[in-house]
């Protein structure tokens, strides 16, 4: 009867909301503006925060942004063996009531590291040879070469072996209604209208205050701010320019939070545009202002980009960074064999340089940064258009799109297997000998002088022949009622602007 109920009243609740209600709720519901989801796949794909309320790896990060316990208790790693030996909690609980034990801890990574699935975290365990369950809490990771970032992976999130045994990695109906160890628990999902979680009273780590939590699904960043105006929304990432409409707004609280979270130029090497002339990305790159772009889309939340890891600690300020400069531009299309013709566009082989910047449908920080480098570029003598594609971004046949990734903690993270030849997200089909060395090189050393010099020659390698036309590192503006307390605005986020829910079992809603 407790469950049934529970039920009715999250229907309700869930009702309320998606008919665009404006009544404030009690203290007990929280009403996220998030993206749409098809599943919930947390190791094939990067899913964005549902993950941090569903599931837990076996470590996580504390506000510093330090390596803790989670499932596991404790780990030690023995560097004449390579291996990474993991002490697991043993009160721990699927939300099925089944016990966590090290066989999920195996089946989860080994399903990671069978390349028929395709996940693209493959590369972040390419270096584990064997794995060992020694009981229910201990489990062992034997490598075969060492792998600097590999406790950092550890994050991963785990899942549960019984419901996914024998099952298929994509297509399970698990990920429509999954279930894991983590603060909250899958309630009900209205398809393309809202997922509702309720807080796990058996969490191991201790329930979270806020008893209901709805993901409700809002693609299109200007409903977002609609929504929150309304009282529909209680908290949601906004654009820059919507944020300065919320900076005096009553019951409503601003965070700039600074991420890892980089916008620039994906440029598609398996397309036979740039096969052709992928030699012209530099010269292209000299067209672009970015501190134009981070002024006019940005408002100044964020600031200029050149490297995929400026914020991390091994990044290297001397890398060619492609400051807005036409004349260099000219000369190394000049150099490049390069003409223009009457109109005054840049021909090569007697064709225009042209092609179509593509933007992801919704996300207007994208959009915009889409149109304003086609604009720049046209300035440029190129002939580029931006395009908002409504069924989504085709990578394998577009010709370049506006990407984003970040690399919060370590270096190697959204590095290796991105820009690696055929690493599991390199979206790009980008591959560069040298940069494969260097970054291969970096993950295998501890010696923090010498990793720091291998990344310094993978950001050299790169601008040499670049991957990417790096724009700007963004701010996550969050928009929250007042009603929330214990969002931790000095949180570094990473890609996505993920990581907002990292303590959400330590929030209240007043």
Known sequence: MKKLLAIIVAATLAIGILSGCSAKRDGSTLVYGSGDYDS?????????????LLFDG??????KGEIVPALAESWNYDAQTLTYTFKLRSDVKWHDGEAFTADDVKFTIEAIMNEDNGSENYPNYIEIKEIKVGSDTEIAFVLREANY?????????????HKL???DMWESAYFKSPIGTGPYKLESWDVGQAITMVKNEDYFAGAANIDTIIFKIVTDDNAKALQLKEGTLDLAQVTPKDAQNFKDAEGLTVYDMKT????????????????????????????????????AVLLGEGFVAYSPIQLNEYNYDGVEKYAFDLAKAEAAFVAAGCEKDSEGFWCRGGKRISFTINATPGDQVRVDMAQIAAQ???????????????????????????IGWGSPYDAD????????????ANYSGYSNAEVDAFLKMARQ????????EYYKQFQIAMAKSPAYTFFAYIDAMFVADDAIKGIDANTVLGHHGVGIFWNVTQWTMG
């Open 40 to 52: 919930i796949n947390p190791i094939m794909n990067e899913h964005c925060e549902i993950k941090h």
């Open 58 to 63: 076996l470590v996580t990060r504390d506000a």
């Open 149 to 161: 970032a590999f406790l950092d992976y550890m994050t991963m999130s785990i899942l549960p072996e």
């Open 165 to 167: 045994k024998g099952e």
């Open 260 to 295: 890892a979270d980089y916008r620039g130029i994906l440029y598609n090497f398996w397309n036979p545009y740039w096969q052709e002339n992928g030699d012209l990305i530099p010269a292209i790159s000299y067209c672009i202002d970015r501190q134009a772009i981070v002024n």
């Open 376 to 402: 720049q570029l046209r300035s440029a003598g190129l002939d580029v258009k931006a395009n908002v594609p409504a069924d989504g971004i085709d990578w394998g046949k577009q010709e370049c799109c506006i």
């Open 413 to 424: 993270d959204h590095t290796y297997k991105v820009f690696s030849t055929d690493a599991g």
């Open 445 to 452: 050393t501890k010696d923090e002088a010498q990793r720091k």
